[in-house]
């Protein structure tokens, strides 16, 4: 679990972030970010119901990116709001792989220092 103070909860922010925000896609989650006037870096998951059913899927997901998330927040740039927005294909991938996933989509936009 990130700490609350790293989380995106309320729509309003989420909206912040949907409505001027960059953006990397791939066929597996779009990655969205939007500078903050904060200084650190919170997150968001969008994980829709088409991505699988059971909820235990969608969560176990959504806990391998928190804690890459957990892994790589230390050398990114602080001070943005980022939201991941993931696809079915994402299930076919393992761990590893999600990793490097993220950490290529964090590179494409200029997230590390």
Known sequence: MLPKAQRLTRNKEFDFVFKGGKSHYSDFFGLKIKKNQLNLNRFGFVVS????????????????????????????????DCIFIFFPLILDKKFNEIRELIKNSFKKLNMYN
């Open 49 to 80: 119901i088409k991505v699988s059913k059971k909820a235990v899927l969608r969560n176990r997901l959504k806990r391998q990116v928190r804690s890459v998330i957990r892994e790589e927040n230390e050398t990114l740039k602080q001070g943005f």
